[in-house]
C-alpha cells in the first residue's frame, strides 16, 4: 500500500473512515468515530447530532475537517488487491461528501450525474462492488433520509435521540453494507409499527420513513424511476364500511352509494409509496384479518369483487394504545401485532426529553414557533419562550406533548396566555349546580368527556370508556 506523509502519521484512519461511511448518523457512536478520526482537531460538541436553536443552519465543522483528510488520502492511495474493499469504503465517502451540496440543490436536476460519474471511473473504474447509478441512488436517499429526520425530529435529548437513530434504521437498518447489497430492494416488505403517546409526532416519523425510500436512478433518462407518495389514512375518524372502501378500494353496486368502481389507497400506492395507517389500534376485527392477509401475501380484494389485486408500497401502522393490553382483552389480533413489530418504533414524550435535558423545553419552544410563523421566528421567540418559561407551572408534565406546546405557543403568540387542559378541573360552583340540579344535561356531558379526556389524552379511549362515538366525545371536549 502505498502511503504519501500523510498517511504514515495515520494508517487506521481509512478503517475509521470506513466504518464512518456506513454508520448511523444519529448514534453516539458516530461522534466517537468522529473523535477518533480527528484526534486534538476534533471539535467539541453535542453528544448527538440535532438542530442547533441558536444556527439551525449551522455546518459542523467535523465533518469538513474529515472530508479534507480523506480527500489528501486518497489523492496518494494506490490500493493493492487486499485493501481494494477499504478503499472502496473511503472513496464512497468521499463522493457522497464531495456531491452533497449538488444533492441538496439539484432541484430535479440530475445532469451532475456526468460529472460524477467522471469521478467515479476515475476514482475506482470497473471493478467496483456496486454500479455507479445505484451508488447515486442510496446517496439521493441518504440525503433525504438525513433531512427528513434532522430537520422535523427536534431535541438534543438522548430520547430524542435514540428515536432519530430508530428512524434511520427503520429506513436502512443496523447494516448499511447489507441495505445497499440486497435490502434496499426489499424494504417495503417489512411493516412498521409507531406506538407513543397521542401528541408524539408519529406521523411525522412515518412521514420520514415514507419519504426516504429508495428510489432506482436511470442514467439514460437522467432521472429516478418515480417519485415517493405517501397515504394517511386516520382509522378512528371513518366508520369500518368507509375503513374497508377507503383502504382495499370497492366495485360499482358492492354496497348502497357504491355507483362505481373506487380504487383503494393500497392500489393507488406505488411500489415506491407508503399507506400510513393512524390509530391503528381502532381497526375492528373483521378488518385486522383483512389487513393480516395483505402483509402476509401482499394480496387483497375490493370490496365485492373477487379478482385478487398485488400490494407493491409500504405499510406503516401508528397507535397511542398498549397493543399488549388489547390483545388481552381481544381487541387486537395477536398475529397481526407480531406482523407488525419486526419492525418498531417507540415514539418519546416531551416530558420523557424534558427530564433528560430540561433545556430542551426552548428547542422545541424555538421549533414551534418556527413552525408557526415562519422567517419571523427569530423575532417572536423570546417572548414566547419568556412566558412559558415565567407562567407555566416548572414541573408542568405537558400531557398533550407537542401538540399541546403547539397549540400553547399559538395561544401566547395570539392572546399571550395559555390555559391547560389539565389545570382546567372542575370548579367547586360546578359540584354546587350539580348538587341543585342547576344544570343542563349537555353542560354535565361536555365536564364529563373533558374530564375523561383528561385522563386517558385519547379521544379513542375516553370514547370508549363512555360509550359514545369518538366524535362526539371530540366536539364535547372542545366544544
Not at 453 to 465: C, H, M, V
Request: with cysteine; charged share 25%; glycine share 6%.
Amino acid at each position: 500500500m502505498y502511503m504519501g506523509p500523510v498517511h504514515e502519521k495515520a494508517k487506521w484512519l481509512p478503517h475509521i473512515v470506513s466504518r464512518l461511511a456506513f454508520s448511523n448518523p444519529f448514534s453516539t457512536e458516530r461522534i466517537q468515530f468522529e473523535k477518533t478520526a480527528l484526534g486534538k482537531e476534533f471539535v467539541e460538541g453535542d453528544p448527538v447530532w440535532s438542530v442547533s436553536v441558536a444556527d439551525p443552519e449551522a455546518p459542523r465543522p467535523n465533518v469538513a475537517l474529515i472530508h479534507k483528510k480523506v480527500e489528501e488520502l486518497i489523492a496518494d492511495w494506490r490500493p493493492s488487491d487486499n485493501e481494494r474493499a477499504l478503499y472502496e469504503d473511503c472513496v464512497f465517502y468521499l463522493l457522497y461528501q464531495r456531491y452533497y451540496a449538488s444533492f441538496a440543490g439539484a432541484r430535479r436536476d440530475w445532469s451532475f450525474y456526468r460529472k460524477f460519474l467522471a469521478d467515479w471511473n476515475r476514482l475506482l473504474g470497473p471493478r467496483t462492488s456496486m454500479t455507479p447509478e445505484h451508488f447515486f441512488a442510496c446517496s439521493w436517499q441518504i440525503m433525504r433520509a438525513f433531512h427528513g429526520i434532522f430537520d422535523h425530529v427536534i431535541g438534543s435529548s438522548m430520547p430524542a435521540a435514540r428515536l432519530r437513530a430508530a428512524i434511520w434504521e427503520s429506513i436502512f437498518t443496523c447494516d448499511m453494507k447489507r441495505f445497499r447489497g440486497s435490502l434496499f430492494a426489499k424494504m417495503g416488505d417489512f411493516a412498521t409499527l409507531i406506538t407513543g403517546p397521542s401528541g408524539t409526532g408519529k406521523e411525522l416519523v412515518a412521514k420520514a420513513i415514507a419519504g426516504a425510500r429508495y428510489l432506482p436512478f436511470q442514467p439514460s433518462k437522467m432521472t429516478f424511476e418515480v417519485g415517493e407518495a405517501f397515504y394517511p389514512v386516520n382509522l378512528a375518524a371513518l366508520s369500518p364500511a368507509l375503513i374497508e372502501s377507503e383502504l382495499f378500494g370497492h366495485k360499482k353496486g358492492s354496497f348502497t352509494g357504491a355507483i362505481a368502481d373506487r380504487a383503494g389507497w393500497l392500489e393507488a400506492c406505488p411500489r415506491t409509496g407508503s399507506v400510513f395507517l393512524d390509530e391503528m389500534g381502532e381497526l375492528e376485527l373483521h378488518l385486522q384479518v383483512k389487513l393480516l392477509r395483505v402483509i402476509e401475501s401482499r394480496e387483497y380484494s375490493a370490496v365485492g369483487d373477487t379478482l385478487r389485486k398485488r400490494f407493491e408500497g409500504k405499510l406503516i401502522a401508528a397507535t397511542n394504545r398498549d397493543l399488549a393490553v388489547e390483545i388481552a382483552a381481544g381487541r387486537f389480533r395477536e398475529d397481526l401485532y407480531y406482523r407488525l413489530c419486526a419492525d418498531q418504533i417507540a415514539t418519546p414524550s416531551m416530558a420523557a426529553q424534558i427530564d433528560d435535558k430540561p433545556e430542551v423545553l426552548r428547542e422545541l419552544i424555538y421549533y414551534m414557533t418556527r413552525r408557526t410563523v415562519g422567517e419571523d421566528a427569530d423575532a417572536a421567540y423570546p417572548a414566547v419562550r419568556d412566558w412559558i418559561l415565567r407562567e407555566m407551572p416548572p414541573a408542568y408534565r405537558w400531557p398533550g406533548n407537542y401538540r399541546e406546546l403547539e397549540q400553547c405557543v399559538r395561544n401566547v403568540l395570539i392572546r399571550k396566555s395559555y390555559r391547560p387542559l389539565a389545570a382546567s378541573t372542575v370548579p367547586d360552583s360546578f359540584w354546587s349546580a350539580f348538587e341543585n340540579a342547576a344544570l343542563t344535561a349537555d353542560e354535565v356531558l361536555n365536564r364529563y368527556a373533558r374530564r375523561v379526556y383528561e385522563k386517558t389524552r385519547s379521544y379513542s379511549e375516553a370514547a370508549r370508556i363512555m360509550g359514545i362515538d369518538r366524535r362526539t366525545v371530540k366536539a364535547r371536549v372542545e366544544g
